[in-house]
């Protein structure tokens, strides 16, 4: 090695460690500030915030819970002071009743992960809220939002959609927004918005389809994308978690398939913002 080798190498050691040293020191800070912002100034510890209840479908997959795990340990390193549980609607522990069973009376907001309106957003949470105990809020579903299209753009650009969309890919690309599919006609409503959306972050057409219980399949969307010249057509992946939707809809892309949106940033940050969004609701009502 050089001695001008050396002296590069050293140089860039030396920087990694100060980045590593001032990641550390910044989560040391955070860390510290929302300690002591639960404090007041008279030195009395401030009440506790609401429970944030994160309200999952549940599945027989496992990567399914793994990756909601994953997801609700940034939600909490975000943001350590709030107490943050996880309930199943049905096939996973602990289920919703007994989440909100353990908690007493105290007081909860309930954030779906589930991306737009529909039977268990506006039935199922509700009806299990309202049979507990707990003094409970429930959030709006995540979908539509900026936050999910930001999602869903770094997950088809990891796939290999370009990051700036040349003649070609205007001309002759398209997406498949894929997801899972209700009777709900404002669920639909929302999923449209979301390809909307996402249509004029990339600059192509992007076309709602389904797994099940809706029109049109992926199948169906691909064909008539293709029927239109559009021959480069990517799906999106338009669940939280890899599961067998997910994995049924990736198989049937002619050309890429985007990852679910899973534990991208994007989606901790989401959630505490449906968090917040309630509370702020709360307040303004109650004022």
């Not at 239109?228 to 599961?243: D, E, N, Q």
């Not at 990852?259 to 505490?272: K, R, V």
Request: overall charge positive.
């Amino acid at each position: 090695m050089t001695a001008t080798s050396k002296a590069t190498s050293q140089s860039k050691a030396a920087r990694d460690h100060l980045d590593s040293t001032a990641h550390i020191m910044n989560r040391i800070s955070s860390q510290l500030a929302s300690q002591l912002s639960l404090v007041q100034l008279d030195g009395r510890r401030r009440p506790e915030p609401p429970a944030l209840v994160v309200v999952a479908h549940g599945s027989r997959d496992p990567r399914t819970l793994n990756t909601v795990m994953e997801l609700l340990d940034q939600v909490r390193e975000q943001r350590p002071d709030v107490p943050v549980h996880l309930g199943h609607i049905e096939l996973n522990e602990p289920l919703l009743p007994d989440t909100l069973a353990s908690l007493g009376t105290a007081e909860a907001v309930l954030v779906p992960l589930l991306l737009s309106r529909g039977y268990h957003v506006k039935r199922d949470i509700p009806q299990m809220a309202a049979a507990a105990d707990a003094r409970t809020r429930v959030a709006a579903p995540l979908g539509p939002h900026p936050l999910l299209v930001e999602t869903l753009h770094a997950r088809l650009v990891e796939a290999g959609w370009p990051t700036a969309a040349d003649e070609e890919t205007r001309r002759t690309g398209a997406v498949v927004l894929a997801a899972a599919g209700s009777r709900d006609p404002d669920s639909a409503a929302d999923t449209r918005r979301t390809a909307q959306l996402l249509s004029d972050r990339l600059g192509v057409p992007v076309v709602p389809a389904y797994a099940s219980a809706a029109t049109p399949t992926v199948d169906t969307a691909i064909r008539a994308l293709t029927a239109r010249g559009r021959h480069r057509v990517a799906v999106a992946s338009y669940f939280t978690a890899p599961g067998l939707f997910a994995t049924q809809c990736a198989e049937k892309a002619p050309w890429i398939a985007a990852a679910p949106l899973g534990t991208h940033p994007a989606m901790a940050g989401l959630i505490l913002h449906r968090y917040e969004q309630s509370l702020a609701a709360r307040v303004t009502t109650a004022a």
